[in-house]
């Protein structure tokens, strides 16, 4: 690997957002709950309360938003919010068991959108089996006064991203349709990171590929790639018609205004997804590249066995002829008989030798 690409993973794992779990919104704790905090005008209200307290407090001020987060519920943890707020029975079932494309349902007058959310892993090395992209799920309930974020998988954490929206209260004075478009920004940025990672990984595959000394080996690690592509294709591509909706059709509890917004996260998910595509392509002219040129060196090695197959060739029939011990054979009886064959061998072997050498077999 050269030290380009050792500096590119250095300052990658520089830079990369560190998790901090002794951080409320970033570990359950032992609680599906992570966070519930109300917003009115923009502003975070200060103290705790539990969601019911938060939800009445909301609903008598009239106006604002309450914002609660949970982590891998369970069906009887998220029972209670679901009866609470008014949840269809169809997208609880999909909030709990996860598993769902990226999309966005209307159910009444709430709107329910799928993410899924995808994280690099790092690696010193790619390996035939070398995990590149980790997926996980992150889903939001989007109603007139509350906004509920279910997150799946070890990572997404929403709590950066709701530290940064609160330093923006004119953002979050939008209700919670604002909320959902920084969800959705928030998971195409990390779209972007991840596509920018793996470009160093298929560089650094392509140029061990036309190295000088290529490893036969190198069509595990490309292979292993298409496959970790193929994840983070599945992840990213379906997420286009939903941002599409977000951006031109009237939906429940989007301001008009926002919409404009999702317009710019749907421009940068077609980035990627032209990224991927091209990603692939260039996986697949890379492995082909490698395949043909390890039919080269398979011709040239049997090149070579041919080759010397052939000069063997020339001693193995001189001795077969004379081993045959027949009485009357030419030069049996002469004193210079057995030096001379020694020599007509190592001469034919030796003009054969410079034939295929010449002719670039040896």
């Known amino acids: 690997m050269s030290m380009i690409q050792h500096l590119r993973k250095a300052v990658r794992r520089t830079y990369r957002r560190a998790v901090d779990l002794s951080h409320p919104a970033r570990s359950p704790l032992g609680s599906a709950v992570v966070k519930?905090?109300?917003?009115?005008?923009?502003?975070?209200?200060?103290?705790?309360?539990?969601?019911?307290?938060?939800?009445?407090?909301?609903?008598?001020?009239?106006?604002?938003?309450?914002?609660?987060?949970?982590?891998?519920?369970?069906?009887?943890?998220?029972?209670?919010?679901?009866?609470?707020?008014?949840?269809?029975?169809?997208?609880?079932?999909?909030?709990?068991?996860?598993?769902?494309?990226?999309?966005?349902?209307?159910?009444?007058?709430?709107?329910?959108?799928?993410?899924?959310?995808?994280?690099?892993?790092?690696?010193?090395?790619?390996?035939?089996?070398?995990?590149?992209?980790?997926?996980g799920e992150l889903m939001a309930f989007i109603g007139p006064d509350f906004v509920i974020t279910i997150r799946h998988g070890g990572h997404g954490s929403l709590g950066p991203l709701r530290e940064a929206l609160e330093t923006a209260p004119e953002q979050l004075a939008k209700g919670p349709s604002a909320v959902l478009h920084a969800i959705a920004d928030h998971v195409v940025d990390d779209y972007l990171a991840v596509a920018d990672a793996v470009q160093n990984d298929i560089e650094e595959v392509e140029s061990a590929v036309f190295a000088e000394q290529a490893d036969r080996g190198d069509a595990g690690r490309i292979?292993?790639?298409?496959?970790?592509?193929?994840?983070?294709?599945?992840?990213?591509?379906?997420?286009?018609?939903?941002?599409?909706?977000?951006?031109?059709?009237?939906?429940?509890?989007?301001?008009?205004?926002?919409?404009?917004?999702?317009?710019?996260?749907?421009?940068?998910?077609?980035?990627?997804?032209?990224?991927?595509?091209?990603?692939?392509?260039?996986?697949?002219?890379?492995?082909?590249a490698h395949l043909a040129q390890m039919t080269v060196a398979q011709n040239a090695d049997m090149r070579?066995?041919?080759?010397?197959?052939?000069?063997?060739?020339?001693?193995?029939?001189?001795?077969?002829?004379?081993?045959?011990?027949?009485?009357?054979?030419?030069?049996?009886?002469?004193?210079?008989?057995?030096?001379?064959?020694?020599?007509?061998?190592?001469?034919a072997c030796v003009v054969i030798h410079r034939g295929f050498r010449r002719n670039g077999w040896l």
């Open 36 to 135: 519930c905090a109300i917003y009115i005008e923009g502003g975070r209200q200060a103290g705790d309360c539990s969601t019911e307290e938060a939800l009445r407090r909301v609903r008598k001020s009239g106006g604002g938003f309450v914002w609660i987060g949970l982590h891998e519920p369970d069906e009887k943890e998220f029972a209670d919010l679901a009866g609470l707020f008014g949840l269809h029975p169809l997208a609880v079932e999909d909030a709990v068991h996860a598993h769902q494309r990226p999309k966005v349902e209307q159910y009444d007058d709430i709107l329910f959108a799928v993410f899924k959310t995808v994280r690099y892993v790092e690696h010193e090395e790619l390996t035939a089996t070398s995990e590149v992209v980790d997926t």
């Open 223 to 288: 292979y292993q790639l298409k496959r970790e592509l193929l994840e983070f294709k599945r992840a990213v591509t379906p997420l286009g018609r939903p941002l599409q909706q977000l951006a031109s059709q009237p939906m429940p509890h989007i301001a008009p205004d926002i919409r404009a917004y999702f317009r710019d996260v749907a421009d940068h998910l077609d980035r990627v997804t032209e990224q991927i595509t091209s990603f692939d392509a260039l996986l697949d002219s890379i492995l082909q």
């Open 304 to 347: 070579k066995i041919t080759a010397w197959a052939a000069i063997i060739a020339v001693p193995t029939m001189v001795c077969g002829v004379y081993g045959m011990n027949f009485d009357h054979m030419p030069e049996l009886r002469w004193t210079y008989g057995y030096p001379l064959f020694l020599g007509v061998i190592a001469v």
